[in-house]
């Protein structure tokens, strides 16, 4: 499926939603799978350990939920904070998902567990749309904030998924990699870009750094990964004022 039909059909699906809307059901869902991870990326609440309790949950609760808000939910998010593939029991959550009447599932991974056989199983799960975290075109800039991850691994997982797709001639899922613009890597943007298209992936990311993503309270400390380039800042109020922003 392409990025545009992808977005198509949300669309579409979101208007059928209009229809259910009136009985004040939830459309969309997110779940969180697992609440812990194999990388320490500073500006997370699990990459800063604030998180203390890491679980994944068991194939039998996700069950119970799926049962539970099936009646409304069509979309469905499968991650949060931590790292979804980390969960052993991620396929068969997904089919179990599919299953059950959920027209779109989607999940955002840091891409280091992706190996040949997961590969093969998410491909054939149905899975709609699936991110991996890749926030640099160099080993250098991207262990910076990638604390603890293996840049030519991810990319050597994340470009051999898109292999195997293109080869099982499957249309679905829709990969993207996703490139949050920050201070030590906004040279890398054209880069990163040229890379991933020569590469073959669907869609290429490129977002702004959200610095209040551990709390409103370690905001100061997450403000120095901010870009030099106020294009790619999201708060109006820290434009061209980064060093006088007041905190009080
Ligand atoms: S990869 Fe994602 S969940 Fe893991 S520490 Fe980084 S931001 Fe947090």
Redesign the pocket.
């Known amino acids: 499926m392409s990025v545009k039909k992808h977005k198509q059909l949300l669309a579409k699906n979101r208007d059928e939603q209009q229809n259910i809307l009136n009985l004040k059901m939830p459309l969309r869902a997110r779940i969180e799978i697992c609440r812990f991870?194999n990388?320490?990326?500073p500006s997370?609440p699990?990459?800063r350990e604030k998180i203390k309790n890491k679980k994944v949950m068991s194939y039998d609760d996700f069950k119970i939920i799926i049962d539970k808000i099936k009646v409304s939910v069509e979309e469905l998010s499968l991650f949060n904070?931590?790292?979804p593939l980390l969960n052993p029991n991620i396929v068969k959550m997904i089919k179990y998902a599919k299953k059950n009447g959920m027209k779109i599932i989607n999940l955002h991974s840091?891409g280091l567990q992706l190996d040949k056989k997961l590969s093969n199983e998410l491909i054939k799960s149905e899975i709609d749309y699936i991110s991996f975290?890749i926030d640099g075109a160099s080993n250098e800039t991207y262990k910076k904030y990638?604390i603890g991850g293996d840049f030519e691994k991810v990319v050597r997982n994340v470009s051999y998924f898109i292999d195997l797709k293109r080869k099982l001639k499957f249309k679905k899922p829709v990969i993207a990699v996703q490139f949050i613009v920050m201070k030590h890597n906004q040279h890398e943007i054209k880069r990163f870009t040229k890379m991933w298209k020569d590469i073959g992936v669907d869609e290429v990311i490129i977002k702004t750094f959200n610095a209040y993503m551990s709390g409103y309270e370690d905001r100061r400390s997450n403000l120095k990964y901010l870009p030099k380039d106020s294009n790619y800042i999201r708060y109006s109020e820290l434009r061209n004022s980064i060093f006088c922003f007041c905190y009080s």
């Open positions: 991870c990388l320490k990326c997370c699990i990459g904070y931590g790292e840091n975290s990638r």
